[in-house]
């Protein structure tokens, strides 16, 4: 809670996965992705209450062993791989708002950013609080290796050119930052007025490059596992 605001946290894990079997139960360091996302509700300082969505037998049993509560089992048509997260969010506020049970602002950490702290939580959740006209803020990371003013494109001759008109030194390029996934927190009635967690009135909460990393695949995986191993060093 916060300004006597309630939050609630959502963590979203369906059994399904293209790119990576079984990925929400993988186990990184010792534990399945499911955890991570778990600890960092857990640990939070304003997180009133938290739960984990999914159409799984198998992944809600698990996080019921890590005391994170759910309390239903998500329907099919939301646990396919074309299903928004945004109507994952909806179903569970739905869900509450049947119980009588009602939240101010809700968070949503997907398994797939395992590097997201309850610190990074913490300090999204104040700086959102701090900014009056804000109605959310999602994760953000700085462009650094791959600025779309250094994109190239292969022509009708195969040779390759410059997708931009004018190529820039590095020191002219301007900042640019890319949607990073590490984490989602909005007003719930904004939210549930656009729909997203991208609105009109959205700010970023900017998280350095190693925290960044999503796992789509086995490399993403083996990358987030050996930064999680040395994140002391970082």
Not at 75 to 96: M, R, T
């Given at each position: 809670?916060?300004n006597n605001k309630k939050i609630l946290g959502i963590v979203a894990a369906r059994k399904g996965s293209k790119g990576l079997k079984n990925k929400n139960?993988?186990?990184?360091?010792?534990?399945?992705?499911?955890?991570?996302?778990?600890?960092?509700?857990?640990?939070?300082?304003?997180?009133?209450?938290?739960?984990?969505?999914?159409?799984?037998?198998?992944?809600?049993?698990?996080?019921?062993?890590?005391?994170?509560?759910?309390?239903?089992?998500?329907?099919?048509?939301?646990?396919?791989?074309?299903?928004?997260?945004?109507?994952?969010?909806?179903?569970?506020?739905?869900?509450?708002?049947?119980?009588?049970?009602?939240?101010?602002?809700?968070?949503?950490?997907?398994?797939?950013?395992p590097l997201t702290t309850s610190e990074d939580l913490d300090n999204a959740i104040i700086k959102l609080k701090k900014n009056k006209l804000a109605d959310?803020?999602?994760?953000?990371?700085?462009?650094?290796?791959?600025?779309?003013?250094?994109n190239v494109k292969i022509n009708n001759k195969s040779f390759i050119e410059f997708a931009t008109k004018k190529i820039k030194r590095r020191q002219e390029?301007?900042?640019?930052?890319?949607?990073?996934?590490?984490?989602?927190?909005?007003?719930?009635?904004?939210?549930?007025?656009?729909?997203?967690?991208?609105?009109?009135?959205?700010?970023?909460?900017?998280?350095?490059?190693?925290?960044?990393?999503?796992?789509?695949?086995?490399?993403?995986?083996?990358?987030?596992?050996?930064?999680?191993?040395?994140?002391?060093?970082?």
């Amino acid at each position: 809670m916060i300004n006597n605001k309630k939050i609630l946290g959502i963590v979203a894990a369906r059994k399904g996965s293209k790119g990576l079997k079984n990925k929400n139960l993988l186990k990184l360091n010792g534990y399945p992705l499911i955890y991570w996302p778990i600890k960092a509700f857990k640990n939070s300082k304003y997180i009133d209450d938290f739960i984990l969505s999914t159409d799984s037998i198998k992944i809600s049993k698990l996080a019921n062993k890590f005391n994170c509560k759910t309390p239903f089992l998500r329907p099919a048509n939301l646990a396919k791989d074309n299903s928004s997260s945004i109507d994952v969010v909806i179903h569970a506020l739905n869900y509450f708002k049947s119980k009588n049970i009602l939240f101010h602002y809700v968070a949503l950490l997907e398994p797939t950013s395992p590097l997201t702290t309850s610190e990074d939580l913490d300090n999204a959740i104040i700086k959102l609080k701090k900014n009056k006209l804000a109605d959310s803020i999602v994760g953000i990371s700085k462009i650094v290796g791959h600025h779309p003013d250094f994109n190239v494109k292969i022509n009708n001759k195969s040779f390759i050119e410059f997708a931009t008109k004018k190529i820039k030194r590095r020191q002219e390029i301007s900042n640019l930052f890319f949607l990073d996934g590490s984490l989602y927190i909005s007003k719930i009635n904004s939210l549930i007025k656009y729909r997203s967690f991208y609105q009109n009135k959205t700010i970023g909460f900017l998280t350095p490059k190693w925290k960044s990393y999503e796992i789509d695949d086995y490399i993403d995986f083996l990358t987030i596992s050996t930064l999680m191993k040395k994140q002391k060093e970082l």
